[in-house]
């Protein structure tokens, strides 16, 4: 009986691992939003145009990182997917082929 539980918990370990990988990516990309937000410090002194263009390529800035932060998040879980179901698929036990 305890082989049919084992490969349930295995299937729930990699649940909870793939739910912690998702919380450390949402918090990396809520941190990195807010990074971008107020007027950076590079900005004083500034007046008119010259602060506008600043702080607009900081909210430039601010929104590329957040677009490489989501591409990095998108392709793990596009690896954790294949690795999974390669890992699946190699432990399914064969076909029965009709004769």
């Known amino acids: 009986m305890s082989e049919i539980h084992s490969p349930r918990k295995g299937h ?4 909870w ?26 900005c004083s002194g500034l007046r008119g145009d010259a602060l506008k263009l ?3 390529s900081d909210a430039a800035g601010t929104t590329i990182g957040v677009g490489l932060i ?4 998108l392709a793990t879980d596009f690896i954790i997917a294949v690795t999974y179901a390669m890992y699946h698929l190699t432990r399914r036990p064969p076909r029965r082929t009709r004769t």
Do not use: H, K
């Open 12 to 15: 729930r370990a990699v649940f």
């Open 54 to 56: 600043c702080e607009d």
């Open 17 to 42: 691992v793939f739910l912690a990988i998702q919380v450390v990516f949402l918090a990396w990309v809520v941190a990195g939003a807010a990074t971008g937000s107020g007027t950076p410090d590079s």
């Open 70 to 73: 989501v591409a990095v998040w």
